[in-house]
């Protein structure tokens, strides 16, 4: 069995087969992960890809693409177990209106949902950009209640994975915890994620990997926000990937989110021998079962630590992907087994970015990778212009 690229007998919004992405992929015959969707849709008046519309507007129109790429693979929206919406800092103040269209779009469905506040989506007047993984039967709830919010589940379970909606530092009344310090708000997020995972028969040494959303001026304070994942985390370190963005919730006061995932696999450490990682509180990857769950890599030298090609966010791209197979080497695997990627570029790379498509050409094949690109604030180090977020699968042969 191999990934195949879902492809839907009518897309009117734009000609997808342009692209070195999918717009996602069937993972056999029960599994998909789809890549990120916005509004966007070719105008033939104007010869270009446009976006309309307000909040609502736009998730419709998201949604509406996402049913017929899940069509077109056997699935539907019952079939989901996460969703990853992407919105904006302009978006974010009028995110409820997101969510409404989601209750519509799910019914009684839970899926989980992890919200990523984004500087910018790829097409200026987008506002949201959705992502969705989906599992026949669409798994099982778990975690405890949903909090009152909309179309929304703590955790969803499908198989041997733990999808564990966004988790933000506020206590069990609701208060939020370790205002202006960004090492109590993580340590109170692991406390809600041990709580989340516990409800679910899982601890905190099923994380395989962690997505952290960091305001830009709690960074002052962030080394400090090592301790809690030492306390929490391991024996085997989980992937990561940490990102800076001007919000990373519709609270202000929030300067860290996480999303969690877990498995119910055995987990193991995958590295290459970069000696680095023995001293961080993640891994360069990890397996478990099936899955490749790896950290976000930019444009670093893992034997030297310094940063490769500044200002060149091409050539940056061509070096991360290049560690990325370096890691898929190490476990196994190579790039036919890469089944997802999100792109997190600096405003400063922007201009090149068209580049990377050309990167994916040479050092990817088809069927593409499903595929996110978004803009950030910027990344832990001011050389990087782009960060890579990847996810990999074993195929039986």
């Not at 589940?153 to 198989?159: E, I, L, S, T, W």
């Not at 993580?186 to 409800?199: K, P, S």
């Not at 919000?247 to 055995?266: C, E, G, I, K, P």
């Not at 670093?300 to 630590?305: C, F, R, S, Y």
Request: aromatic share 8%; proline share 6%.
């Amino acid at each position: 069995m191999t990934p195949t690229a879902i492809r839907p007998d009518s897309f009117p919004w734009f000609d997808y087969t342009r692209y070195s992405f999918s717009l996602g992929l069937s993972l056999g015959p029960h599994r998909a992960t789809l890549s990120g969707h916005s509004a966007s849709e070719y105008d033939p008046e104007r010869s270009r890809i446009v976006v309309n519309g307000d909040m609502a507007d736009q998730t419709r129109t998201a949604y509406r693409k996402i049913g017929t790429i899940l069509r077109a693979a056997g699935l539907g929206f019952e079939d989901v177990t996460r969703v990853v919406e992407n919105v904006t800092v302009a978006g974010v103040d009028h995110y409820a209106a997101a969510e409404a269209v989601r209750a519509e779009v799910f019914g009684s469905h839970r899926p989980a949902v992890n919200t990523v506040v984004v500087h910018r989506l790829l097409r200026p007047a987008a506002l949201i950009e959705i992502e969705v993984t989906a599992d026949r039967g669409g798994g099982r709830a778990c975690g405890g209640g949903s909090g009152g919010r909309q179309a929304f589940a703590p955790a969803r379970a499908a198989g041997d994975v733990v999808y564990l909606s966004t988790v933000l530092p506020y206590n069990d009344a609701g208060d939020l915890v370790g205002e202006g310090n960004p090492e109590a708000q993580v340590r109170q997020i692991f406390r809600n994620a041990d709580r989340v995972l516990g409800a679910c028969g899982l601890g905190m040494s099923n994380v395989v990997k962690t997505l952290e959303m960091i305001r830009p001026e709690a960074l002052e304070g962030y080394r400090y926000t090592g301790r809690p994942r030492r306390e929490f985390l391991g024996p085997v370190y989980p992937g990561a990937a940490g990102i800076l963005q001007e919000r990373v919730a519709s609270d202000d006061r929030v300067l860290v989110s996480y999303d969690f995932t877990a498995s119910r696999a055995q987990a193991v450490a995958v590295n290459p021998g970069w000696d680095r990682y023995q001293r961080l509180t993640y891994s360069p990857a990890v397996r478990a079962g099936d899955m490749l769950f790896m950290s976000g890599q930019a444009a670093l030298d893992p034997e030297t630590g310094r940063a490769v090609s500044p200002g060149d966010v091409a050539a940056q791209a061509e070096y991360t992907y290049s560690n990325i197979v370096t890691v898929l080497d190490a476990a196994g695997m190579g790039p036919d087994n890469l089944i997802k990627t999100i792109e997190y570029v600096t405003p400063e790379g922007l201009s090149g970015y068209r580049g990377v498509a050309g990167v994916r050409r040479r050092l990817l094949s088809e069927p593409w990778p499903a595929s996110t690109g978004a803009l950030c604030h910027s990344l832990l180090r001011k050389e990087f212009l782009i960060e890579i977020d990847p996810l990999a699968m074993a195929f039986p042969g």
